[in-house]
């Protein structure tokens, strides 16, 4: 049972998913799109439901590619200029990715 998950997505999902026990499986199964026009659900219940998912390894079906945005674009232009001067001085860069 979601025990972990607040009363508004849980009462949410409990609708959309139309049976009061339903597992994390149960979740990742919908897809993206369908669990955001969810009434109840909301983006910050999609990121709570995402990271209660997350804690079974699982996500949800179908997700968007993350958008660009400026505030991303600046910070990508940031790395790359600090990676370049970095590298100018001979250091050597390795990136890895940081994934939930």
């Known amino acids: 049972m979601p025990d972990t998950l607040p009363t508004r997505q849980r009462n949410a999902l409990r609708i959309l998913l139309e049976k009061s026990n339903f597992t994390p499986e149960d979740v990742a199964g919908l897809s993206y799109r369908r669990l955001l026009k969810s009434p109840g659900i909301g983006r910050k219940g999609m990121t ?46 390795t990136l890895r990715e940081n994934r939930i």
């Open 48 to 93: 709570i439901i995402r990271a209660w998912l997350a804690e079974s390894f699982l996500d949800l079906a179908d997700l968007p590619a993350e958008r660009q945005t400026t505030k991303n674009h600046v910070e990508s232009k940031r790395l790359q200029n600090a990676i370049h001067i970095l590298e100018s001085h001979g250091y050597e860069v």
